[in-house]
Each structure stands twice: as C-alpha cells, then as structure tokens.
C-alpha cells in the first residue's frame, strides 16, 4: 500500500510564508503527477497546483505568482512553497499523488495525504 504524508502546515500571518512537503512511500515504481489540492468546510475540494513527471506545472489562478510547486523524484515528495499568503488562503491542503504500483501491471492509482491545515491570519 501507499502513504502520503503532509507536513508544514500551521498559523501565519497575512504576507507570511509557508512551505508544505509531503511525501510518497510504500510500494510505488513511478509516480505520474502529484499536487496539491485545498478544501474549506461547505466547499469542494479545489486545484491548488500540479506538477507531472516531466516538471510541468499547473496553478489555479489565485495562486499563481504566490505558490511554487516542485517535486524531488529520488525522494518521491512534492512541495508547495507559498508566499504572500492571505486570509482567503486558509484550507486543508491535501497532496495527491497519481501513480504507478508495479513494473508489471501499470495501472494508475490516486492517493491522497491526510490533509494538514494552513490558516492564514490577518
């Protein structure tokens, strides 16, 4: 089985920053994307950043320019540098991963992290 585990969340102040990191383990031969997605109660789970095998990128709009993602592919982690952090901000982020299992058989399979809160204070 696969874990993802999130760490660097916490409280800030508006303007402050935060880098988030988490990282795959278990039984995993390669790992297609992986991202970061945020969630606030009553709301669903939205796009933050994503990042492929090939180091390309994708950022919701209101993140663009503040947040960074980037990803280690020896250590199989993924990170999101933010910056210029606001209020509106504020969420559970989850990190995902879209990967491969075996050698033999490549079916893909997502998984997500437990979550870890950032909120961000004005």
């Known amino acids: 089985q696969v874990e993802l585990v999130e760490s660097g969340g916490g409280l800030v102040l508006a303007g402050g920053s935060l880098r988030l990191s988490c990282v795959a383990s278990?039984?995993?031969?390669?790992?297609?994307?992986m991202g970061w997605y945020r969630q606030v109660p009553g709301k669903q789970r939205e796009l933050v950043a994503r990042?492929?095998?090939?180091?390309?990128?994708n950022y919701a709009d209101s993140v663009k320019g503040r947040f960074t993602i980037s990803r280690d592919n020896a250590k199989n982690t993924v990170y999101l540098q933010m910056t210029s952090l606001k209020p509106e901000d504020t969420a559970v982020y989850y990190c995902?991963?879209?990967?491969?299992?075996?050698?033999?058989?490549?079916?893909?399979?997502?998984?997500w992290g437990q979550g870890t809160q950032v909120t961000v204070s004005s």
């Open positions: 278990g039984s995993i031969f390669s790992i297609n994307a």
């Open positions: 990042i492929n095998s090939g180091g390309s990128t």
């Open positions: 995902n991963a879209d990967l491969i299992r075996s050698e033999r058989y490549h079916a893909v399979f997502r998984y």
